[in-house]
């Protein structure tokens, strides 16, 4: 379990202040490759992690699946794939969708209490399976929720005089909504930034804590905040280049108490305002994370199509110290997709080494009935 929690906070910086931080791990390519930023676009069925409501305004049908290998630099056998589905059901006014992740971190070797000799083996990994539904309440507005179950399987049974293992359930739900302009005119600029621009945002992993073996210590889930624009620059019949932008912060409060008592962490509901002030207004805006990505395609909707990507991720320093380059392509031809993302920190010297360098996720997709078999994205 020590091993895993290592890991965990290697991999996920502030998400290391929660239990299960795998649900903060941006799961599909796309979006990776626009610097980890989607929840002002949101555009195919991995919306149901970047903001549901963004299926609000797709038609037809998608299935995609990720995988990716993480933490390439530890040479482990970390790994975690990620599959969608999304279907617009025009009798329920809506898409539904629905998600699962499952991230493995590998086998251990369990050892005695007080002997290093090897008693067995065993997995440990973290899954949810979550479902949603988004509708459009007016013609630019669009809204969306989840329902998550989240399994995190630790280690099967506790160390030592421990009863119990390290086994945990609990389940959140998400609130989304997004503004999708279909006509914005500029006074005295005569411009119209209506199906250019689109602003969303997704309040992610409400819910109850979750706890192992000691319920009196539980641990608070992920739940996080995010805030995301997207802009069309350009487009025409074989061009469209797409500008993205994304804050997220972790809504999570810890309380110190005590020096001689253990940190105690809030309940969802009293954290979501008191993880804006327990600390100095300058310190909490410190903890957002900010994303930004460009994304062009080539081609004619209908025909093979062509994309390219790039983004920046950035956490400060003093809150997680991410930071990172992305890229990534994508291919359309019919109704089926193929797209990949890399990460890449070397042009920062002092972490050419750093362990999320060079993770490569992998997404397959296919799409039919609506917007998505006709190639360039039409979500703005």
Do not use: C
């Not at 599909?28 to 195919?44: C, M, Q, T």
């Not at 493995?104 to 209490?113: A, P």
């Not at 192992?212 to 061009?239: C, H, S, V």
């Amino acid at each position: 379990m020590l091993s895993v929690f290592v890991l965990q906070q290697v991999g996920f910086s502030q998400g290391g202040q929660a239990a299960v931080p795998f649900l903060q791990l941006a799961p599909d390519s796309r979006f990776s490759a626009l610097g980890e930023s989607g929840a002002g676009l949101a555009d195919n069925s991995a919306a149901s992690f970047w903001n549901p409501s963004g299926a609000a305004f797709l038609t037809g049908q998608e299935f995609s699946v990720t995988h990716s290998n993480w933490l390439p630099e530890f040479h482990l056998d970390l790994f975690y794939d990620y599959a969608t589905y999304r279907n617009y059901i025009p009798e329920l006014g809506g898409s539904v969708m629905g998600s699962i992740t499952y991230m493995n971190y590998g086998q251990f070797v369990r050892t005695g209490e007080n002997s290093p000799d090897p008693l067995g083996t065993f997995s440990a990994f973290d899954a949810a399976v979550t479902l949603g539904y988004a509708t459009k309440v007016s013609r630019d507005w669009g809204l969306g929720m989840n329902f998550r179950v989240i399994h995190s399987h630790l280690s099967d049974q506790g160390a030592g005089n421990e009863t119990g293992s390290g086994i945990a359930t609990t389940v959140s739900l998400d609130i989304s909504g997004m503004w999708r302009p279909e006509s914005l005119p500029i006074p005295f600029l005569d411009y119209d930034m209506g199906k250019k621009l689109s602003i969303g945002a997704n309040l992610s992993n409400i819910g109850p804590k979750i706890f192992y073996i000691d319920r009196a210590q539980a641990d608070p889930i992920p739940t996080n905040l995010r805030i995301g624009f997207a802009y069309r620059l350009m487009e025409d019949d074989y061009n469209a280049l797409t500008y993205t932008l994304d804050f997220s912060k972790l809504l999570v409060s810890t309380t110190k108490g005590d020096t001689n008592v253990a940190p105690t962490s809030a309940e969802w509901y009293r954290a979501l305002y008191s993880s804006w002030s327990d600390k100095p207004l300058r310190e909490e805006l410190k903890e957002v994370i900010s994303s930004m990505g460009l994304e062009y395609w080539y081609g004619q909707p209908g025909d093979f199509l062509f994309s390219v990507r790039s983004g920046f991720f950035y956490e400060d320093p003093n809150y997680g110290n991410r930071k990172f380059l992305t890229f990534g392509a994508g291919i359309r031809y019919d109704v089926y997709g193929f797209d990949f993302s890399y990460i890449s920190t070397a042009v920062w010297k002092d972490r050419e080494n750093h362990p999320l360098s060079n993770t490569l996720r992998f997404t397959f997709s296919v799409g039919w009935g609506g917007k998505a078999e006709k190639g360039i994205p039409r979500g703005i």
